[in-house]
C-alpha cells in the first residue's frame, strides 16, 4: 500500500498517470531539478525560476511516459503571456505531487513504534558535551 495518491497529468491532450506505487520515484525526478523546500520558499515569494519549474515538470511528465523536452513544456507553460498567477500554480502543482495527501490535509499519523527518544534515566544529572580543558587531579600520566 502507498501513502501516495496516483499522480495525473496531462499533455497536448493526452493523459498519462503515474501509479501510487511509483510516485516516489516522480519525486525523486522532481527533486532532481528542484527541492521541496526551494518549491516552498517560491511559493511564499511568488517567483520562480521558470525554467527549474518547467524542467520539473517535464521530468515528471517523462517518468510519466510523454516523450517532451524541457523546452516544449517551458513554451506550453510560460511563453505566451505568463503571469504570477500561473507561476503560482505550476508550483503548488509541485508541491502537491510531491507531499503525501495525509500531511496537506493536515491529517497526521502517530510515528512508529520505536522512532521516538529514549526515556531519561531517573536520578541523573545532564551532562555537558564539552571537554573539558584540564585534568581535574594533578597527577600526570
Known amino acids: 500500500?502507498?501513502?501516495?495518491?496516483p499522480i495525473q497529468l496531462a499533455w497536448e491532450d493526452r493523459e498519462y498517470e503515474v501509479?501510487?506505487?511509483r510516485v516516489m520515484g516522480a519525486i525523486q525526478r522532481i527533486e532532481d531539478v528542484v527541492t521541496l523546500q526551494e518549491l516552498l520558499a517560491?511559493?511564499?515569494?511568488?517567483v520562480a525560476p521558470q525554467a527549474k519549474v518547467a524542467a520539473a515538470y517535464a521530468a515528471v511528465l517523462r517518468y510519466a511516459g510523454?516523450?517532451?523536452?524541457?523546452?516544449?513544456?517551458?513554451?506550453g507553460m510560460f511563453g505566451s503571456g505568463a503571469t504570477q498567477q500561473a507561476m503560482v500554480n505550476s508550483i503548488n502543482g509541485l508541491l502537491?505531487?510531491?507531499i503525501p495527501p495525509s500531511l496537506r490535509s493536515g491529517k497526521t499519523k502517530a510515528p512508529p513504534e520505536g522512532n521516538g527518544s529514549a526515556p531519561a534515566r531517573p536520578g541523573r544529572g545532564r551532562r555537558s558535551s564539552?571537554?573539558?580543558?584540564?585534568r581535574r587531579s594533578g597527577r600526570v600520566g
Not at 517560491?42 to 511568488?46: P, Q, S, V
Not at 510523454?66 to 513554451?75: A, G, K, R
Not at 564539552?130 to 584540564?134: G, L, Q, T
Open 1 to 5: 500500500m502507498s501513502i501516495f495518491e
Open 96 to 98: 502537491t505531487m510531491m
Open 130 to 134: 564539552r571537554r573539558r580543558s584540564k
Open 66 to 75: 510523454c516523450p517532451v523536452l524541457d523546452e516544449q513544456v517551458y513554451v
Open 19 to 21: 501509479p501510487s506505487d
Open 42 to 46: 517560491y511559493g511564499e515569494r511568488g
